[in-house]
């Protein structure tokens, strides 16, 4: 048990660092002990329930579930955006606004920056400031044309944000999913676009989103995705899909003709570059997010707060 002596002392050093804002070496020279002392009687205090620490924020929430799903998966980051009281159609631009924050201070080292495509894409294109950044070149990770759709579409997306970063970009002259094998072969082939994916497989950084096949599935917007094939995912245990790439439960690619249609980088392909940013809404795509963070396919992870509780309480 603590004297009162001991206790008198660490009741003034507590006092004087939280509540005068001394430092540490500032106390030290006044009680002409040295700095680790100070140290370790602040520990101690805090250890004897004389100085509680609490934080008082509303964000307190949203940073605990930051930690747990870093912790958990080995995640470089994780933004959980709080999404309370906004309407369905505000939760993705918020989630937009927040991966252009990360992503646009966050590009010092960055020379090329790859994009997938889909609604979450655009969301984070729409919301990215007009920031310079003149030395980072834009890439498409997966084909960017299309007669549908077209603002959607990777080719758009890097156009966009390339002028809002008054920088340079590439295309990808194909679609993301064409009609057989033999004819994405044949385009893989050519010259521009087998340079442009050799840029894709060589960017520093990569923003991707998440897609649940069954529901709500821009694919299937689009028209890539029918009744058919929608059943012959289910049935090989589709539960997601990455920059159109479909994965199962535990993240592995599927072997399915619908993959080997697919013109762009594979999941193995995305899985090396250095940094990964995935960008997930909605609780429909649980399932799916669950088996990317098991591939390991992200580095970094922004999520909406209701998701991001559901993750925690499905592992944690």
């Not at 840029?199 to 923003?207: K, L, S, T, W």
């Not at 390991?296 to 707060?305: A, N, R, S, T, W």
Request: proline residues 3%; contains cysteine.
């Amino acid at each position: 048990m603590l004297s009162w002596e001991e206790r008198r002392l660490m009741v003034k050093i507590a006092q004087l660092y939280y509540y005068e804002g001394w430092t540490q070496a500032k106390i030290a020279k006044k009680q002409n002990v040295s700095r680790p002392i100070i140290s370790k009687l602040l520990n101690n205090a805090k250890k004897e329930g004389i100085v509680e620490i609490y934080i008082k924020d509303e964000t307190l929430h949203s940073v605990e579930l930051e930690n747990a799903i870093m912790k958990k998966f080995d995640l470089k980051e994780v933004i959980v955006v709080s999404t309370a009281g906004f309407a369905p159609e505000m939760i993705k631009r918020q989630l937009g606004k927040s991966a252009a924050s990360y992503i646009a201070n966050h590009l010092t080292d960055v020379k090329s920056l790859g994009l997938s495509w889909g609604t979450t894409l655009l969301s984070f294109v729409e919301e990215y400031p007009y920031k310079y950044k003149k030395d980072t070149h834009i890439v498409p990770i997966i084909g960017g044309m299309g007669s549908e759709y077209v603002h959607l579409h990777s080719n758009q997306l890097v156009f966009h944000l390339s002028q809002k970063m008054n920088s340079s970009c590439s295309y990808l002259y194909a679609p993301a999913m064409v009609e057989s094998i033999d004819l994405k072969e044949r385009l893989v082939e050519s010259k521009d676009i087998s340079h442009v994916l050799e840029q894709a497989r060589n960017v520093d950084m990569a923003v991707v989103g998440l897609g649940n096949p069954f529901k709500s599935s821009t694919m299937e917007k689009i028209g890539y995705l029918n009744q058919k094939g929608l059943a012959s995912l289910r049935k090989a245990g589709a539960v997601g899909d990455i920059s159109s790439r479909f994965y199962d439960a535990i993240g592995k690619e599927l072997n399915h003709p619908l993959n080997d249609r697919v013109i762009g980088l594979d999941l193995n392909e995305i899985k090396q570059i250095p940094e990964v940013i995935g960008i997930v809404e909605g609780s429909y795509k649980l399932e799916s997010l669950e088996a990317a963070l098991q591939g390991k396919y992200l580095d970094v992870l922004i999520i909406d707060d209701r998701t991001a509780q559901e993750l925690v309480e499905s592992y944690i």
